[in-house]
T-cell receptor, first 114, second 114 residues
Framework: AQSVTQLDSQVPVFEEAPVELRCNYSSSVSVYLFWYVQYPNQGLQLLLKYLSGSTLVESINGFEAEFNKSQTSFHLRKPSVHISDTAEYFCAVSDLRGYNKLIFGAGTRLAVHP | ETGVTQSPTHLIKTRGQQVTLRCSSQSGHNTVSWYQQALGQGPQFIFQYYREEENGRGNFPPRFSGLQFPNYSSELNVNALELDDSALYLC?????????????FGPGTRLTVT
């Protein structure tokens, strides 16, 4: 079985500051890793994913995440945040077997202040 | 291509009643998954349907049931509603190719049980 731990429930940050949202996972098998973003009153949008290959993955809006197998982590970073990045961020894993069930963390609320 | 849509947007039911939530998959997708997101928590996997058959189930009781239709739209049915069933219900569609595939989420249905 897999599990995901998001170490911070809330992260307040000022606009244009860097941010890191932490995610650790536990699994006895190889997994795929995902970050989803949820804006208020909306569904989930895929931000980025790691399936294989380069351990550093990037999104189109400046976020990046690095897969660290030895530390079982997949932290999300952005060098300079905007007010519009205020949202709930969810880390998720799925294993490589059978169906693609996503196991989510509890979420991190990113609040960007002017 | 159209995205994933869900209906209704909001719903209020009384304990003990039954409810049906609907989801229209993204065009061309043959797999649909349902998730329950309680307030302040990450989504929890309920079940998945692939080509009209259940293809995996999470830790939810049998009163949670589903259907997938030939056009790949889907329903989630919940019988004997309990107060703890109050949550945002998300469906996600995907095209099953290989062992992993990206899931596209709908905006969700907010269910309140009183």
């Amino acid at each position: 079985a897999q599990s995901v731990t998001q170490l911070d429930s809330q992260v307040p940050v000022f606009e244009e500051a860097p941010v890191e949202l932490r995610c650790n996972y536990s699994s006895s098998v190889s997994v795929y890793l995902f970050w989803y973003v949820q804006y208020p009153n909306q569904g989930l949008q895929l931000l980025l994913k790691y399936l294989s290959g380069s351990t550093l993955v990037e999104s189109i809006n400046g976020f990046e995440a690095e897969f660290n197998k030895s530390q079982t982590s997949f932290h999300l970073r952005k060098p300079s945040v905007h007010i519009s990045d205020t949202a709930e961020y969810f880390c998720a894993v799925s294993d490589l077997r059978g169906y693609n069930k996503l196991i989510f963390g509890a979420g991190t609320r990113l609040a960007v202040h002017p | 291509e159209t995205g994933v849509t869900q209906s209704p947007t909001h719903l209020i039911k009384t304990r003990g009643q039954q409810v049906t939530l609907r989801c229209s998959s993204q065009s061309g997708h043959n797999t649909v998954s349902w998730y329950q997101q309680a307030l302040g928590q990450g989504p929890q996997f309920i079940f998945q349907y692939y080509r009209e058959e259940e293809n995996g189930r999470g830790n939810f009781p049998p009163r949670f049931s589903g259907l997938q239709f030939p056009n790949y739209s889907s329903e989630l049915n919940v019988n004997a509603l309990e107060l703890d069933d109050s949550a945002l219900y998300l469906c996600a569609s995907s095209l099953k190719t290989g062992s992993s595939y990206e899931q596209y989420f709908g905006p969700g249905t907010r269910l309140t049980v009183t």
